[in-house]
């Protein structure tokens, strides 16, 4: 048995998953499952050894902040930086960061 994060949006499932192996240390990509039109459908991701599932559910189903990943680091610089590398290219803080 096994658990993973799950998250929804509606396009943005690979774009996500880039970003946050992009941000996070020891992250990559693992896999893309795409559509008959080459668009992601599923995304697996490997959030330094975290198992994260992102989806493009389409129309309807926007990625919200009803689930959030946590990142706990040693210093503020990290979180500086983590901080301006997910709100830089046009994410915005929330109530709970």
Do not use: K
Not at 36 to 65: C, R
Not at 67 to 87: F, G, K, N, P, Y
């Amino acid at each position: 048995m096994s658990v993973s994060t799950f998250l929804w949006f509606d396009t943005d499932a690979e774009a996500a998953a880039e970003l946050y192996a992009a941000t996070v240390p020891n992250s990559r990509v693992a896999e893309v499952t795409r559509q008959g039109d080459g668009s992601a459908f599923i995304v697996t991701l490997d959030l330094d050894g975290q198992a994260v599932t992102l989806m493009n559910g389409g129309p309807g189903h926007p990625h919200s902040d009803a689930a959030s990943l946590q990142v706990v680091v040693d210093t503020q610089d990290e979180i500086d930086r983590l901080w301006d590398a997910l709100t830089g290219g046009g994410g915005a803080p929330g109530p709970c960061g």
